[in-house]
């Protein structure tokens, strides 16, 4: 991350509607792309407020902040999930 930087991207990962609902209200402009389990967005949030927001459906996801990312020979969907965070 860069200094002063206040977005930040994120990609969270789990089978669990209620848990993928939590993206709408914590992302930028309620904005996030995916549909199969794996979910990109970009927020201002610090981890540790997101991180209890998922936790509180008490289901399983993963969390996880991007510094740094790239793909090859990605399909459509997952170059749209990829390419909303680069």
Avoid at 47 to 55: G, P, R
């Amino acid at each position: 991350m860069r200094e002063g930087q206040t977005q930040f991207p994120y990609l969270l990962i789990t089978d669990h509607p209620e848990v993928m609902v939590i993206i709408s209200s914590v992302s930028i402009n309620r904005q996030f792309v995916g549909d199969t389990g794996i979910y990109s967005f970009w927020t201002e949030k610090p981890y540790a407020e997101l991180f209890s927001a998922f936790s509180a459906e008490r289901k399983g996801f993963a969390l996880v902040q991007v510094e740094e990312a790239r793909y090859n020979f990605a399909d459509g969907k997952l170059s749209g999930i990829m390419g909303h965070i680069n």
